[in-house]
């Protein structure tokens, strides 16, 4: 293992920009050897990443390294906007930062006054584990931290999911995949003690000295099993969909050690399109490469009707809008019709991978003296 101290460590530096454009989210489900694989796809020597991605995991430019789940199809969720008293954003953005662990991202957006749902300010993705309820988990949320009101908004189906932001830098507007979207389901898969088990050991965040080409070993033992059950059953939950990415998240919100941004920007877009044609719009928004995320999702009447959502990251305003119009051209250009269509723009932001372990939702219920069996649908 290198211990060399002075590699670079911005992820715009040649070789870590080769490595990330790989590692970021083009590892899909479950990999036996995912260090590996980066390898092999990005044309850098084994070691070499290793020693890369350890520095950048000192350094703060890698946030995480982790192997991702589908936890819409393990838990419960929803993107919920919430409504406080302009005093109390901060806090109840800090609360559900750090207290609660079924809350992922944490956005403080803004958009022009004058457009519905302008005064919904704190945008949060939030989990719960199956069999418990999301609006439930979120009116004892909004008691805790004096929320006016908040919108529930899971997802009906998905059609981008990944972020890469070293491989879309600079990335032209309008690029998009010959191919309409892929549609993922929501549907959720039951698990059995030992898949729970394994699972979490699977998903927890590697430390810098984890960061090595054996990595499922630690965890296989974590798990209670031997390497082989852990290959199997970690394959088997790959097979039934409910395994994500192996990743390496970037700190694409803070000014790095380095003094670079990775993005300035980010933009919720919203489209209302016609009832009955949400597949076929988010196929076709789903396939412009600048998207992280886009979904079907119910908006309501606080967000005038739209159901299509997508976030777009970038270090230019103007880009990211160009972006938009490129894909509002395209609709237009195929006969979709936009109802109505907006732009939140993210500030303040935090992200955390969700809880979504039945037993962690119990034990933290307890902690607030409620009764996880009151919190179930």
Known sequence: MSTTTDLPIAHTDPINAKILAISEDQIQGFVRDPFGAIAEKSGVELDVVLD??????????????????????????????????????????DFMFNEDPFSGHVVVRSADPATPGSSYRLWTTVKVPQGYSVAKHCAFLAKLTGAEHFRVMPANRIFALGVGHVRRKGMEPGSKSDALAEVKDTAKVELTDLEWRVLTALKRELTEDEVVRDIWQRRAAEAGVSLETFFEVAEDLNRR?????????????????????????????????????????????????????????EGGDEFRNVNIMAVAHGTEKDAILAHKRAIDEHLE?????????????????????????????????????????????
């Open 241 to 297: 969909r409910v395994v994500g990415r192996f990743s390496t998240f970037l700190e694409h919100v803070k000014t790095l050690q380095s003094g670079d941004r990775v993005t300035r920007f980010n933009a919720l877009f919203h489209w209302a399109v016609p009832k009955g044609r949400e597949i076929e719009a988010g196929r076709e928004v789903g396939r412009f490469h600048i998207l992280t995320h886009c979904y079907w999702r």
């Open 333 to 377: 250009s195929i006969g979709i019709p936009v109802l109505y269509t907006n732009v939140f723009w993210g500030g303040r932001s935090e992200i955390k991978p969700s809880e979504i372990s039945p037993f962690a939702y119990r034990e933290w219920c307890a902690s607030r003296g409620v009764d996880a069996e009151s919190m179930r649908d």
């Open 52 to 93: 890369r991605i350890r520095t950048m995991l000192r350094a703060g430019t890698i946030r995480r390294v982790r192997q991702t789940l589908m936890a819409t199809n393990l838990a419960e969720g929803a993107l919920v906007a919430w409504q406080f008293p302009v005093d109390k954003v901060d806090a109840a953005f």
